[in-house]
């Protein structure tokens, strides 16, 4: 069963930068698309990144230009580096993959647990 691990997330004031990592674990035979989530309190979930195994991204409006998404395949880890943050960007931030454990496999997708990020002065 495929695992999504995240760490990184915390507190941080106008302005800073803080970067999330997210591994993917448990016999995987293939990582494909990976991305990043964020939900806030009474809002629902919304994509923030994408990244693709060739590496081409996607990103929300609201952060483009001050988050990157990047990913390590050999290590089916995917990071979000987060800068000049804003308290807009308080939320949950979801890890995100797809993934199947053979090659006639199904793909399918799988969650993290969520790590909260506020930023507030």
């Known amino acids: 069963q495929v695992q999504l691990v995240e760490s990184g997330g915390g507190l941080v004031q106008p302005g800073g930068s803080l970067r999330l990592s997210c591994a993917a674990s448990g016999g995987i035979f293939s990582v494909r698309t990976m991305g990043w989530y964020r939900q806030a309190p009474g809002k629902p979930r919304d994509l923030v990144a994408t990244i693709a195994t060739a590496g081409n991204t996607n990103y929300a409006d609201s952060v483009k230009g001050r988050f990157t998404i990047s990913r390590d395949n050999a290590k089916n880890t995917v990071y979000l580096q987060m800068s000049s943050l804003k308290p807009e960007d308080t939320a949950v931030y979801y890890c995100?993959?797809?993934?199947?454990?053979?090659?006639?496999?199904?793909?399918?997708?799988?969650w993290g647990q969520g790590t909260q990020v506020t930023v507030s002065s």
């Open positions: 995100n993959a797809d993934a199947r454990m053979s090659l006639y496999g199904s793909l399918n997708n799988y």
